[in-house]
């Protein structure tokens, strides 16, 4: 596609829900990376892939927080057992190697209530 | 105290006026510096990118940087209503990937007509 690709745009979880939010990275992107941004804040870095290996998980802020990209390309961000901390906007970027721009997606809103 | 600090503003100024954004960094380990512009609901978008001392100028923005005081700056000449959105500074470590960023708070600018 033209650019990254998140779905859903919004998502409302009720407290103690499972969540999982998608990735569509422009095509041919081998790196991937996820954030978390808080209402009024910057992003802040979750976790990044190289193909389907997760090299990076030194921002996921605890272990409900869970990312996959099997087959190197669509990455999915899952969130168990949802906590209101949890509302934010999860932003996905993609690149086309290590050493390239980053491309963000529009994000997906998550409240959680 | 965050790595990367940024004055939220708001910041509204009048158009055709010159805007000055500003950030600190606290990390000696951050080595390339850039400038994001977030439109509401939509994802951060890459304005410019720095590596060195000094000033890089792309059309009506100029980037600085002060690495002896760890201070960034950007500055809009000529501001528009089209340039109303959250500008975010951001840096990344050398060795590390470009889209490894350690983000702002984000300052929130107005250009009233």
């Known amino acids: 596609g033209a650019g990254v690709s998140q779905s859903p745009r919004y998502k409302v979880a009720k407290r103690g829900q499972d969540v999982a939010l998608r990735c569509d990275p422009i095509?041919?992107?081998?790196?991937l990376f996820w954030y978390q941004q808080a209402l009024g804040q910057g992003p802040e870095f979750l976790t990044y892939?190289?193909?389907?290996?997760?090299?990076?998980k030194s921002g996921l802020p605890s272990d409900r927080f869970f990312a996959e990209r099997p087959e190197g390309s669509v990455s999915t961000l899952k969130i168990q057992r949802t906590q209101q901390e949890d509302s934010a906007v999860y932003l996905c970027?993609?690149?086309?190697?290590?050493?390239?721009?980053?491309?963000f997606g529009q994000g997906t809103r998550l409240t959680v209530v | 105290q965050k790595e990367v600090e940024q004055d939220p503003g708001p910041l509204s100024v009048p158009e055709g006026a010159i805007v000055s954004l500003n950030c600190t960094y606290s990390n000696s380990a951050f080595q390339y510096f850039m400038w994001y512009r977030q439109y509401s609901r939509k994802g951060p978008e890459l304005l410019m990118y720095t590596y060195s001392s000094g000033n890089k100028e792309d059309g009506r923005f100029t980037a600085q940087v002060d690495k002896s005081s760890k201070y960034i700056s950007l500055f809009i000449r000529d501001s528009q209503p089209s340039d109303s959105a959250t500008y975010l500074c951001?840096?990344?470590?050398?060795?590390?990937?470009?889209?490894?960023?350690?983000f702002g708070q984000g300052t929130i600018l107005t250009v009233h007509p």
């Open positions: 970027a993609s690149s086309y190697n290590r050493g390239s721009e980053a491309f």
């Open positions: 095509s041919g992107h081998v790196s």
């Open positions: 892939f190289q193909n389907e290996a997760q090299l990076d």
């Open positions: 951001a840096t990344r470590a050398g060795g590390t990937s470009y889209g490894k960023l350690t």
